[in-house]
C-alpha cells in the first residue's frame, strides 16, 4: 500500500488516488449499507458482523498502538488510562440500576457521534492546511460540525418525542449549505475540502432519517451506527498507517515491525480488538459487553488529545503538513 505523503503543497494528504480511495470514498462503503438495510428495516446481523469485526474493531484498537506502544505517547496520556476503570463501571452499574441495554448504546452513540463529527472536522482542517487556505476557519469547522450533528439530532428528537419534526431540522441545514456554497463560489475552491464534506454530510442525514422512522427499533439504530461509523473507521485506520509508518518504521520492537507493513498493522489492529467479541447475549454478557463500551469511550477520550497537530511536531512530520 503506497504511504508516501505528497510535499505540503499539494492538496491532498497522501495523493489524489490515495485520498480518492480511503478518506473521500471510504463514504461509498456507508452508502452500501444504506442499501442492505432500508428494504430490510436493519442490517442483516452477518453484515454488522463482517463490518464490525474487519473495519469498526480495528479502527477502535489501532489507537493503541500509538498510546500502548509509543513508550513516549504512553507517557503523556498516562493520567487519561486512569479513566479506564470508571468508564468501563458506566455501563454495567446503569444495567444495575434497570437501564435497558439499548438505552445505554444511545447515551453512547451520541459520544459517538460527535467523535465522529470531530474526525470529519480535523479531515476538514487538514485539507485547507494543505491547501494554504488562511481564512474562514470559523464558517468551516461550524459548517462541518453543524451538518453532520443535525441529523444525529433529528433521530434524538423523535426517540424523545415520538414525532419526527423532520422540517424543524433539514431546513435550517438547508440554508447553512446554500449559504456556504454561495461563499465558496467567491473563493478558491478546495477540492478535497468539498469533496470529502459532499461525500460524508448526505450520509449522515439518510442514516438518522431512517433510523428516526422508527425510533424505538434497536435494529435501525445499530444499522445507522454502522452506515455512519464504517467509512469514518476506513478513514481512521489509514491515517493511522500513514502515521505510523512514517513515525515508527525505522524503530526496533513490535512498534517497528508492525509500522513496516500494513498487513502486519491491521493484523495486530485486528487481535487488539478481539476480546470485544467474547460477550453473549445473556444479561451477564450484556453486563461485560457494557463494560468493554468502556474502551470504546477510552478511545474517544484518547483520540480527542493524540492528533491534535499544533502541540505536536513529530504528528505534523509524520502527517507530513511540514
Known amino acids: 500500500m503506497q504511504n508516501t505523503a505528497l510535499a505540503s503543497s499539494s492538496p491532498w494528504i497522501i ?6 480511495i480511503w478518506f473521500l470514498g471510504s463514504a461509498l462503503l456507508g452508502y452500501m449499507l444504506c442499501g442492505l438495510a432500508f428494504p430490510a428495516g436493519g442490517l442483516p446481523a452477518i453484515v454488522f458482523f463482517q463490518v464490525s469485526f474487519a473495519i469498526d474493531g480495528p479502527h477502535v484498537y489501532s489507537t493503541a498502538t500509538r498510546v500502548l506502544f509509543d513508550r513516549d505517547e504512553r507517557k503523556r496520556q498516562r493520567l487519561l488510562f486512569l479513566a479506564l476503570v470508571p468508564l468501563c463501571l458506566i455501563g454495567p452499574a446503569l444495567l444495575w440500576l434497570g437501564v435497558r441495554y439499548e438505552t445505554f448504546f444511545l447515551l453512547v452513540m451520541v459520544w459517538g457521534q460527535f467523535h465522529i463529527s470531530k474526525q470529519h472536522m480535523g479531515f476538514v482542517m487538514i485539507y485547507k492546511r494543505k491547501a494554504r487556505e488562511r481564512a474562514d476557519f470559523k464558517l468551516d469547522r461550524y459548517f462541518t460540525l453543524v451538518s453532520l450533528l443535525l441529523p444525529f439530532a433529528y433521530y434524538l428528537s423523535a426517540v424523545i418525542t415520538s414525532r419526527r419534526l423532520l422540517p424543524l431540522f433539514l431546513i ?21 475540502k468539498l469533496l470529502l464534506l459532499v461525500s460524508v454530510i448526505p450520509l449522515q442525514w439518510l442514516a438518522w432519517a431512517f433510523a428516526a422512522q422508527d425510533p424505538d427499533s434497536f435494529k435501525r439504530l ?7 461509523t464504517t467509512g469514518h473507521g476506513v478513514q481512521y485506520l489509514r491515517l493511522m498507517w500513514l502515521h505510523n509508518s512514517n513515525r515508527y518504521s ?25 476480546p470485544q467479541y467474547v460477550p453473549g447475549t445473556t444479561q451477564g454478557g450484556q453486563r461485560i459487553g457494557c463494560a468493554i463500551i468502556g474502551f470504546l469511550m477510552l478511545h474517544y477520550l484518547l483520540d480527542s488529545k ?3 497537530v499544533r502541540n505536536d511536531p ?9
Do not use: C
Open 250 to 274: 525505522t524503530q526496533g520492537g513490535l512498534l517497528g515491525i508492525i509500522s513496516r507493513n500494513w498487513i502486519f498493522f491491521m493484523l495486530a489492529a485486528l487481535v487488539l480488538s478481539l
Open 314 to 322: 513529530e504528528l505534523a512530520k509524520a502527517l507530513r503538513l511540514v
Open 15 to 20: 495523493s489524489k488516488q490515495q485520498d480518492l
Open 222 to 228: 445499530l444499522a445507522a451506527a454502522a452506515i455512519t
Open 172 to 192: 435550517p441545514a438547508l440554508l447553512f449549505v446554500v449559504y456556504y456554497a454561495a461563499h465558496q463560489l467567491r473563493v478558491t475552491a478546495n477540492i478535497p
Open 306 to 308: 493524540i492528533w491534535r
